[in-house]
């Protein structure tokens, strides 16, 4: 773990996005609340959360940090993909990109998870679902 006793508190800032693609008739399950595991955004909101929360116990170099605040939203870019964008806010000595990166990946992978029942073909496979474009798309330090 890299020492940041010196560093200075300030606030961090950092959003994260991703992309799911599901078949159209999916995502349209989704939006009409028609998944039998529930509302998959309200459940993915708090799988977000927690798993910002839980950063530093999945990947051991980061470190432990007192989140402020985590947001989910959703965004539906066409007929077949999904977009979760999340922030995450500290003032602390070290950035939350990590936890925001972990928020969209456990969000995207619950989705998945949700809905896979429908995303299977007649083998089990998954042709038409993958996960896409995890990035950190901006990170504030003031």
Same mark, same amino acid.
């Given at each position: ?5 010196g560093?200075?508190?300030?606030? *961090?800032?950092?959003?994260a ?8 008739? +999916?995502?349209d399950r989704?939006?009409?609340g ?10 993915t909101?708090?799988v977000?959360?927690?798993?910002a929360?839980? +950063?530093?116990?999945?990947?051991p170099?980061?470190?432990?940090? *007192?989140i402020t ?6 965004? *539906?870019?066409?007929?077949n *993909?999904l977009?979760v964008?999340?922030k995450v806010?500290?003032?602390?000595? +070290?950035?939350v990109?990590?936890e925001a990166?972990?928020a969209?990946?456990?969000?995207l ?8 029942k429908?995303?299977?073909?007649l083998?089990?496979q998954y042709?038409? +679902? ?10 504030v330090k003031?």
């Open positions: 773990m890299v020492d940041i006793t560093k200075e508190v300030v606030y *961090r800032e950092a959003i996005e991703g992309i799911i693609r599901l078949k159209k008739e +999916t995502l989704i939006y009409e028609e998944i039998e595991k529930g509302n998959v955004f309200e459940i909101k708090a977000a959360i927690n798993a929360k839980a +950063t530093p116990s999945l990947l170099f980061c470190h432990p940090i *007192r605040y985590v947001g989910v939203k959703y965004e *539906r870019l066409d007929e *993909r977009k964008r999340v806010k500290a003032t602390e000595k +070290t950035g990109e990590m990166l972990t969209v990946s456990t969000a992978l619950n989705i998945w998870d949700m809905v896979k429908y995303e299977k073909d083998e089990g042709p038409e +679902t993958w996960i896409e474009r995890i990035e950190v798309v901006q990170k003031k």
